[in-house]
């Protein structure tokens, strides 16, 4: 079945540096979708990138889906304490009738004040 | 998300008693999801219902049965509760049709199977 990697699986940075976390995919993904979770919390959508090579921004964070559609990558630009959480790569594959989710395991990300 | 409640939100229990989780939507949703969160495991798809007449298992449905009593209404039961059950479960909405599949999660139920 299709896998879903996601690295670092922890990652502590000091308050100010950037910060990537990276996903894999076993399979061509149709589109992949990042969610963040707060401590405590649930995870709550941030994006999804549907097209090869897209690449988008939302403030300090950058994504972008490779060109394969089979990898996709998170930065942080200038962490802040606001960042803490567990970062979630999701997707399904590609073909007809394929809406399951598969998530990574997550990335959680530590900042330092 | 406050359009996705879910009952409890915290429960014990002991070995061997059946559990009902409960999730209610107020989005308009026609699919609903259960999903399973361990630490260091991310979340596991147990179930999944496309409509009241579509019940799909997911990856890990064992020792796990859903009823979806109305487009709103998604159930999760454990028959018969064990320890390794022991988790925080979430259920999701989306919409239905083309690739924005985006995911709304409740709350989540902390359970604790004794």
């Known amino acids: 079945g299709q896998q879903v990697m996601q690295i670092p699986q922890y990652q502590h940075v000091q308050e100010g540096e950037d910060f990537t976390t990276y996903c894999n995919s076993s399979?061509?993904?149709?589109?992949i979708q990042w969610y963040k979770q707060r401590p405590g919390g649930h995870p709550v959508f941030l994006i999804q990138?549907?097209?090869?090579?897209e690449v988008k921004k939302q403030k300090r964070l950058t994504f972008q889906f490779g060109e394969a559609k089979k990898n996709s990558s998170l930065h942080i630009t200038a962490t802040q304490t606001t960042d803490v959480g567990t970062y979630f790569c999701a997707g399904p594959p590609s073909g007809a009738g394929s809406y399951q989710l598969t998530f990574g395991k997550g990335t959680k990300l530590s900042v330092i004040p | 998300d406050a359009d996705v409640t879910q009952t409890p939100r915290n429960r014990i229990t002991k070995t061997g008693k059946r559990i009902m989780l409960e999730c209610s939507q107020t989005?308009?949703?026609?699919?609903m999801y259960w999903y399973r969160q361990d630490p260091g495991l991310g979340l596991r798809l147990i179930y999944y219902s496309f409509d009241v007449k579509d019940i799909n298992k997911g990856e890990i449905s064992d020792g796990y049965s859903v009823s979806r009593q109305a487009q709103a209404k998604f159930s999760l039961s454990l028959e018969s509760a064990i320890p390794n059950q022991t988790a925080l479960y979430f259920c999701a909405t989306s919409a239905l049709g083309g690739v924005t599949d985006t995911q709304y999660f409740g709350p989540g139920t902390r359970l604790t199977v004794l």
């Open positions: 990138l549907v097209k090869s090579g």
């Open positions: 989005k308009g949703h026609d699919r």
């Open positions: 399979t061509t993904l149709s589109n």
